[in-house]
């Protein structure tokens, strides 16, 4: 059925101002397949259900709202460990700032480059994850980025990685828009650390896709911020199979638009995903966790733990899903959102929900949104810690279990220490 | 140490007086009990001086050494040297007691222009202090009194006041919720506490507490108003003939 007027003008506006790479190498068909799907679905628009919370105008529009270039004044997040650091400069590779990405057990390449090159195993990923993550929930804003991306990175993991790769996103033009795709393959056994951080461009579209074969382990930090202006709709499709392990944590500070979809299928039996999100935020903040967790193998869990510090009218949003495929038995599901509105102007829109097709499972979900606890500020003052710093503790301990869920710990400490310096730049 | 003098205070949500004008003096060194009935305004007593949401003070006032109480914040109060150990302590997920405890005494110190204390220094005092308490390093990793029972709080409670150090310390209701065992070892700890330079106010329902934090000094509240004091046989006085004899000589 074809998509009604209006957003049939909005997708046109929107691709009119893209031009189709025609010469995409093997990457062509995926892409060709891509732009079909984008105009049977037609672009999102504010009277979608799954964009009720979160008006996608700007994510559509034909060009992006220019951002304002921030100096954030401290050094950038992951600075200071070990890493493989591939630099993007509003969506553009920059290799004189990148690292040699020759690292032991790992297979790196740029997207742009290896379109001329047959590499079967991303063949096999790119938009094949997207597409496939647009049941039972249309995405369209991902298959725009499968059809158009104009970069990326392709990473296979075959061992060990011995230190992680950092895919740095730099913001320099105002009005920058970009669109990145990486495709991700961990094989059997593997294990890889991937960390992202920067604003990356005034506008930026992009898509993770991360296939994680049996046994292997994927671990992904990542940090958006602090650039206010920014706007970002970025979607991570996972796939595990048997026994696999994704984690995935990201910190959000500032950012007046970024919707965060994570679709994630369990397809392997005893696979773990466990999705967290901290995200902090002021005035006109506004954030948008969308998650969809699919069980579809026995035995497996998976944890969604997204926490939401607003103040000054800022606006937060979580739609979670986990779905219980028939025959995906012992299953155990655990979703939770909450909010700290730290003033009554700020606001929370949640909508968690559960579908369970199999009888002999475990799933739980909360969503909760309050103000500061009276009693325990109370008790903190008491023992002389000044309102201000009680405060700040308090909104640490809201934030505590989401925070949790980054295994290293320098990496946890790290997002903390971010955090709470975020906390004392807003300490009311 | 703590002068209050014909303190008035009322709800501040409704027109209801609780205190009636307290008149109360506590001395360095000593050792004053409030006792009363259930709703007598022992524990708005302890909330008020400690500075919390929810009181309006109409009259009177409260002094500690020299420094006026009702106008701090309570992160002042404590800096200058008031302690309150709650009948009910909060429980805090997601701040551990550690964190907790060296904050809070960092805090007061800073406030007072003093150095902070050092980790390994502070670190050395908790287990010191703790041991004493029986609390268990296990108790000192936890959030603030997180799954801790009746009688952990109550000490953690202890743990902070011997931590903290100050001038002039409140139990409200610390023998609530605790067996004989437990009220002996919060006793001891607060015993171990008492010097000339420090003052106590413990409020407490039952006489019980007193046979082991012996007090020098012995108050009866009613209605928001102290009506009778004497010695520690005051107490035991209530102990045996109950509240009613001493609130209808009185009337």
Redesign the interface.
Known sequence: MAAPQVRQDVTEGRLSALAFPQAAGWTLPARQGALARVRAMGLPGRRDEYWRFTDPATLTAAEPQAARLFEPGESAPFSTMDRVQLVFVDGVFDAGASDDPALAGVEISRLAEAQDQDIHWARDIYGVLEAHGQTPVERPLAALNTAFATDGVLIRVTGQASKPVNLVYLHCSETSDAILHHVIRLEQGADLTLLENGPAAARFNKVMEVDVADGAAFHHVRTQGRDHDRRAVTHVFARLGESSTFKSFTMTANGILTRNECIIELTGDNAVAHVAGAAVGDGTFHHDDTVFVTHDAENCESRQVFKKVLRNGATGVFQGKILVQPGAQKTDGYQISQSLLLDEDSQFLAKPELEIYADDVACSHGSTSGAI????L??????????G??TN??V??????AIEEIEREEIREEILDRLAAWLERHRS | MLNIKNLHVKLEEEDKPILKGVDLTVEAGKVHAIMGPNGSGKSTLSYVL????GYEVTDGSAHLRGADLLGM???E???AGLF?A?QY???????GNM??LR???N??RK?RGEEEMDAATFLKEVRARARDLQIDAEMLKR?VNMGFSGGEKKRNEIL?MAM?EPRMCILDETDSGLDVDAMKLVADGVNALRSPDRGFLVITHYQRLLDHIVPDVVHIMADGRIVKTGGADLALEVEQNGYADILAEVA
Do not use: H, N
Request: charged share 25%; hydrophobic share 45%.
């Open positions: 606890d009276e009693e325990a109370f008790y903190l003052r008491s023992r002389g810690v000044p309102k710093e009680a503790l308090l640490l301990s809201f934030l505590a279990e | 400690s500075g919390r949401d914040d309570p992160e109060r404590a800096a309150l709650f302590p909060v429980e805090i997920p997601g701040v964190t907790f904050t809070a005494v805090a007061q406030a959030p902070q903290l």
